[in-house]
């Protein structure tokens, strides 16, 4: 044996080794190694769920944000479609009330056309018969003036033909 070297006793020592080895792999390592890789599927797991989740949420307020513009344009169109039927539902008032107006004036001038024209036929049927009336007055007095008679008869004579 030179330099003192047992090679039984390091042939031992490295059994012992492996030996120790082995058993802390199958002992230590091996389960520990196993929770962590379950470990990292888990949150993996949970990371690519939140991800898809996140991917969802966003996809679904996208769709909201899309209703709500399509909503938001319904709504202007809606808007716009009573205010253009607001306004011809004015203007068409407005026209039936001017043609109302127009109707009622244009009746009106027609009354009254018609009323002056019955005071004209009243008026002159006032003055035949105040005409006649004085006629038969003058036949009826021969020595008086006739001029004369017929001043005196027309001053009195409204108050002869209210009778």
């Known amino acids: 044996m030179p330099l003192n070297i047992d090679w039984q006793q390091i042939l031992l020592h490295w059994m012992n080794l492996a030996i ?4 802390l792999y199958f002992l230590l390592y091996r389960p520990v190694a196993a929770f962590m890789d379950r470990r990292e599927a888990h949150y993996r797991a949970l990371e690519e769920e939140a991800a898809r989740k996140r ?14 513009a399509a909503a938001a344009e319904e709504i202007h169109r809606h808007r716009l479609q009573a205010e253009e039927q607001a306004a011809a539902q ?8 001017r ?31 105040l005409a006649s009336e004085a006629a038969r007055k003058l036949a009826a007095q021969p020595d008086a003036d006739p001029f004369e008679t017929f001043l005196t008869l027309s001053e009195g004579g409204g108050d002869h033909a209210g009778q």
């Open 99 to 129: 043609e109302e107006a127009r109707r009622i004036v244009a009746q009106s001038r027609i009354d009254a056309e018609a009323a002056a024209a019955q005071t004209r036929l009243s008026a002159q049927r006032e003055l035949r018969e």
């Open 90 to 97: 004015a203007e068409e008032q407005l026209s039936q009330a």
């Open 20 to 23: 120790l080895a082995g058993g």
């Open 55 to 68: 991917t969802e949420a966003e996809a679904l307020k996208k769709e909201y944000q899309d209703q709500l």
